[in-house]
């Protein structure tokens, strides 16, 4: 099993960017996602 320092459910854009800050700081993330990662409004988009 790999240690993580972080586990952030859902990669929406507040966990995908919260991931992306955490793993540039030197954490070892875990970021679980059931769907495409950046959620609804960045991958299909919002009106």
Known sequence: MTPFDIAILG????????????G?????????????VGGTCVTVGCI
């Open 11 to 22: 990669g929406g854009p507040g966990g995908y960017v919260g991931a992306l800050h955490a």
């Open 24 to 36: 540039v700081r030197g954490a070892r993330v875990a970021l679980v996602e059931r769907d495409r």
